[in-house]
């Protein structure tokens, strides 16, 4: 099955904004979050299931769906969620907006973990909110969350938070202690919880990913954002979902859908989600391998030839966040430096103004695609 990973997948020309976006079709981009090898064989039969029936008409949800899920977080995360909190969705920036609309007013603080996922901040600006910094703490390779600044902002009167589990771009994924600190400070001061779980599949550790569902009996001022896209490259048939444990917040969220007349998923989205549901473990089990492989590589490699980077330890996602402060570089010449090299990454202050010469890469392609970027980017900085 690994070979599955490594097959070159020709996606110019095919709408993809990953490489269409580009106008240099030569460069080899290494930004945008999602994975240059086809979905899960599963999904794919699905899929071709659907289209060849022929008719597209109006769809419901089946309970297959609800299922799926259900399923899913028990036999990963061995978590028990009930059909009747989940609530589908077309995407989880859009379940946030939501939610957003719901828990806050123009004008009121959301707390972030910087630096983080760059659509949380447009969601919060362009919905004229405030974005208020809990900065992750670095230390050496990996980083940790900073507790007392997190209660002193729940202690300010900041009522809502976003919690991306794991986080993107550093990596994390997140210990049970850790998120249970996070709940319990929250409790404290009646604050919400948002989690972001989209890329909890994305484990290439051997350590348990843990949801925040679990922490339901503690607290249940939370719901929790997710979807199969990342993990099952399907962020292009729009399905998400959220998992809504209090009553009244989930009356809310479906309030808020009929009123703003929101689409539920695609026949096709929810198709694919069931059968990556119930049938693609093993599926992302490989594709977690590959993932750790790839990372073992550029890690190695770049400690060869470019020492002086350092490379974020990797836990979950398949996004390495890379250091290149010995450059003295701001975000636009690393940027602008690369491009000339035929290499498009993510530059770090999209995620944080302080991380000006970082950069964020995506090593979910196959391994030949990784081993012509990391000979680029050793050019462009040796």
């Not at 993809?16 to 999904?43: G, H, M, R, T």
């Amino acid at each position: 099955m690994n070979g599955l990973f490594n097959e070159k997948i020709e996606r110019t020309n095919t709408g993809a904004i990953k490489w269409d976006a580009q106008p240099n079709k030569e460069d080899l981009p290494f930004w945008i979050a999602d994975s240059d090898y086809a979905s899960a064989p599963c999904v794919l039969d699905a899929l071709k299931h659907v289209a060849s029936h022929g008719v597209y008409g109006y769809n419901k949800i089946p309970d297959e769906f609800f299922d799926a899920i259900k399923y899913w977080y028990k036999k990963r995360y061995d978590s028990n969620v009930l059909k009747e909190w989940i609530i589908p969705s077309t995407g989880v920036i859009l379940s946030i907006r939501m939610l957003l609309d719901i828990l806050t007013k123009e004008g009121d603080g959301v707390i972030l973990q910087t630096p983080v996922y760059h659509t949380f901040h447009h969601v919060i600006n362009n919905n004229n909110r405030v974005i208020i910094e809990n900065k992750l703490i670095k230390q050496n390779d990996t980083y940790v969350m900073n507790y007392d600044n997190l209660e002193s902002l729940f202690k300010m009167g900041h009522k809502v938070m976003i919690l991306c589990s794991p986080h993107n771009p550093v990596g994390r994924i997140w210990k049970e202690e850790e998120i249970k600190k996070v709940l319990e400070i929250a409790k404290k001061y009646n604050a919400f919880v948002i989690i972001d779980e989209i890329h909890s599949d994305l484990n290439v550790t051997s350590n348990k990913f843990v949801s925040g569902i679990d922490f339901v009996n503690i607290y249940d001022n939370i719901v929790i954002c997710n979807a199969p896209s990342k993990a099952f490259n399907i962020a292009g048939l729009h399905t998400s979902y959220l998992i809504v444990p209090k009553e009244e917040m989930r009356n809310k969220i479906n309030a808020l859908s009929e009123k703003e007349f929101l689409n539920s998923p695609s026949v096709f989205g929810y198709s694919a989600t069931i059968a990556a549901y119930t049938k693609g473990e093993e599926w992302i089990k490989e594709q977690n391998k590959h993932i750790l492989n790839n990372y073992k590589y550029l890690k190695e490699f770049l400690n060869e030839y470019l020492k002086d980077v350092v490379v974020t330890k990797l836990e979950g996602t398949y996004l390495v966040w890379l250091d290149f402060s010995y450059t003295n570089l701001t975000t636009d010449e690393i940027l602008e430096k690369c491009k000339n090299n035929g290499i498009i990454c993510s530059g770090g202050v999209q995620f944080c103004k302080d991380y000006e010469s970082y950069l964020r890469f995506n090593i979910a392609c196959p391994f030949d695609q990784l081993k012509e970027g990391l000979n680029r980017l050793v050019k462009t900085f040796k």
